[in-house]
């Protein structure tokens, strides 16, 4: 797992909600807790064994490792019944990698008003900050932010395919609240956005690397904005022409967002690709019964990859284990369960494990802004990363406060003792742990989670993170309890709702 810095969220407090009225209860389909005996805890213990094996060599992103994890867990899927989810009738969705690096001479900002033209060199007054580099040059109408902006504030304005000249004062910078400005104005859909810097030349120079870094990682191409910085002395002439005064923007003490129809903003950004690769995400699908329902899904999800090998010590495999070789382990033991004789659901299930989760959550960021199934029409997301070591009669499920399915898990957790397994609240709300595995990216894009994990342990990103640690046995007591929670969600006659609340504050 990696930390992701967002914005704080303000704690909700949610009772565990009433019992659901006698119309609504699920169907319980005969065999039920014979498919949940299914998950056992031998069963556990010989897939984590294979998964977090040292020839698997700690499956790294990307690496022969997870190709071989890839397939093992695609080939259960088809041992099962399942059907291929991913591209072209395929078990899996390949996302592409790549390593680039900006071209800072070819590339260049030109601000352009009637006669006046202002151009920005990338080697000199401009730089790249972040975002997508598209493919060719790019224009939009242009439109002035400045002021003291908040997200509701952003939120408001109509920004979709326009540039964004983004003006803030870094003379009274607010650190803490920019971030948050550039999201929204990033979540808002520009075609760009433009950073103006009232910087003096000597220190916006110092800004500006002399060559461009290699940015490695998921290549999401023209679907995120390019996020640019310039300094404000090099385009100031081309945007007084428009009739823009910057000094007065920053000065006015309130909220700016002014359409500049006689400014014309083009950037041109060359990049080199370096290097391109791709990696899996492995998807199954389980068929729902109910014929209107089965066009909804349920989703498990796990990452298969982890941190590849540590070099310099005499164990140099960081096997994943527990971190996530267990849930991975959950996924193809839950799509078993539910493919048993008789316990199929109403709605359909799609079974998913990503990769690139310990580079930065990119399969399922992949997964989430190219998604094999309508993204609305999943009703869930039941996320599992770690839960095969520490407490054997407790598990951390976080996320129960933003939406109903808290209620459901409580409900669903009651009324199976046997399992002597209780579900329990987030323990370290100070951890921020709801943005830090692959559910965050269902959860931004409006889909309701739960996510399972135990906590970290000393053995965390560790070579130690090795098979014989895990707990099969407590792991199998959970797994059934999700099969149970599963079958709920699948099968009840209305979707999981968000908090309204949450559904505000994390909802991009
Ligand atoms: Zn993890």
């Known amino acids: 797992m990696k930390p992701r810095c967002l914005a704080l969220l303000p704690v909700v407090l949610l009772a565990a909600g009433p019992l659901r009225a006698q119309t609504a209860a699920a169907p319980v389909a005969p065999g039920l807790s014979a498919a949940a005996g299914t998950i056992t805890g031998d069963d556990v213990m010989r897939r984590v064994g294979i998964i977090a094996d040292d020839s698997m060599m700690g499956r790294d992103t990307p690496s022969r490792g997870l190709e071989l994890t890839a397939k093992y867990v695609a080939d259960q899927f088809k041992r099962f019944g399942l059907k291929p989810g991913g591209d072209d009738g395929t078990w899996f969705q390949r996302y592409p990698i790549t390593r680039r690096q900006l071209q800072l001479k070819q ?58 000249l983004y003006v803030p004062d870094y003379r009274s910078p607010s650190p803490a609240n920019s971030g948050q400005v550039l999201r929204a104005i990033r979540v808002a859909g520009p075609r760009a956005i433009v950073s103006l810097a009232n910087l003096d030349s000597t220190a916006f120079a110092a800004r500006v690397p002399s060559y461009a870094p290699e940015r490695y990682g998921l290549d999401l191409g023209s679907g995120v904005p390019p996020n640019v910085e310039v300094s404000d002395l090099t385009v100031a002439p081309a945007l007084r022409a428009a009739g823009v005064d910057l000094d007065r923007i920053r000065d006015a003490g309130k909220v700016v967002g002014q359409d500049v129809p006689s400014l014309a903003v083009k950037l041109d950004l060359r990049d080199s690709v370096l290097s391109k690769t791709t990696a899996p995400n492995t998807i199954g699908i389980l068929e729902g019964t109910d014929p ?17 090998i540590t070099p310099g010590q005499r164990d140099s495999i960081n096997n994943g284990a527990d971190d996530d070789g267990s849930g991975t382990t959950g996924v193809i033991e839950l799509a078993e369960a539910f493919s048993r004789p008789g316990v199929r659901p109403a709605r359909s299930i799609l079974f998913i494990t990503v990769s690139g989760e310990e580079k930065g959550l990119w399969g399922s960021r992949y997964f989430s802004e190219n998604p094999t199934v309508p993204l609305d029409h999943i009703v869930a997301d039941l996320n599992i990363d770690m839960i095969g070591r520490n407490w054997r009669d407790t598990i951390v499920a976080i996320g129960k406060e933003h939406s109903d399915l808290g209620a459901t898990l409580n409900r669903v957790n009651a009324a199976h003792p046997e399992l002597h397994m209780t579900a329990i609240d987030d323990r370290w709300p100070e951890e921020r742990f709801y943005f830090r595995s692959d559910h965050y990216n269902f959860a931004r894009k409006g889909v309701p989670i739960l996510f399972f994990f135990n906590g970290t342990h000393p053995d965390y990103h560790e070579v130690t993170d090795s098979p014989d640690k895990i707990d099969g046995e407590k792991e199998s007591r959970i797994l059934r309890l999700l099969f149970y929670l599963g079958q709920d969600v699948a099968n009840a006659p209305k979707r999981p709702e968000w908090n309204p609340a949450s559904r505000a504050e994390i909802v991009e």
């Not at 209107?292 to 590849?308: C, T």
Request: proline residues 7%.
């Open 107 to 164: 590339s260049a900002l030109v601000f352009q008003a009637g006669k006046v033209t202002a151009r920005a060199a990338f080697d000199r007054n401009a730089r790249f900050v972040g975002g997508g580099v598209p493919s060719g040059p790019l224009a939009g109408p242009a439109i002035v932010l400045g002021g003291p902006l908040t997200p509701d504030a952003v939120g408001g304005m109509a920004l979709k395919d326009k540039v964004v």
């Open 292 to 308: 209107k329902l089965r066009n909804e899904y349920l989703v498990f999800s796990a990452h298969m990859d982890h941190i590849g």
